[in-house]
């Protein structure tokens, strides 16, 4: 396959930080029917430690990792830490020349999404920016993790990231290089996503190609235009989005 989509799905009810229920959907929609609609040649892997039904024509490889030792020693927070590590491991065991990575609860909206594949193939690696900007909210701020501001050199000053899309052109020796740095902080340093790339960043010297906010339409990108990928497990997002007619 020439593109690999990689979900994690960890928990045995669906739970979205933003507030949105979907009622009537399967677990991984809006995104897996949305993403599929504008790309051919592509398969599905789901990380996952509970039963997860899924719909859909494309070839779908379901990874239990129910006893993995970083499922088992969890804590606070487990599903969207073990969210944000699964996602990228899958980024690195992919057998595909290009693999992305997207929670469920995101929507497609058009077209704009296939130009996903130039940028990763040029930069390597590609992550949304997040609009907190600063990276110091995640540490601070974390229900989760052990960071400390004073111990931190930049301070909490470095570029907050969002954690979906995140994709990897697999033959890139930096991206990989980006992607393994951030695994080791999540298995050394379990806590949310963006500040574990954030120090994969620092540790590496790799900078990722940084996605405008049309990529990930969260909270506090609504309005904007162009939009691409919206974050639609925030409520206000989908609320917005549905009224101007760009889902359904």
Known sequence: MKIELVMAEFGAQRINIGGNIFEGHQRLDPTLTTFTKYFDDVSLTLYTDTQVDINTDIPVNIIDVSDNPYINNHGGRYGNRCNDYYKVVGLLNSKAEYAICLDSDMYVVN??????????????????????????????????????????????????????????????????????????????????????????????????????????????????????????????????????????
């Open 111 to 248: 077209d704009e999404v296939k130009t996903l594949l130039p940028l990763t193939k040029k930069f390597g690696v590609c992550i949304p920016e997040n609009p907190r900007l600063q990276v110091r909210f995640d540490g601070i701020r974390g229900l989760d993790g052990d960071y400390d501001l004073n111990e931190d050199p930049t301070r909490g000053n470095g570029m907050a990231t969002n954690m979906s899309p995140i994709t990897l052109y697999t033959a890139s020796a930096t991206g990989r290089k980006l992607l393994e740095e951030y695994c080791n902080e999540m298995e050394t340093h379990p806590r949310r996503g963006p500040l574990s790339m954030w120090r994969a960043i620092w540790k590496s010297g790799i900078n990722p190609y940084m996605l405008p906010f049309q990529w990930c339409v969260c909270d506090m990108s609504v309005g904007i235009s162009d939009v691409i990928i919206l974050h639609t497990g925030h409520k206000k997002v989908a609320d917005y989005y549905l009224v101007h007619g760009l889902i359904c």
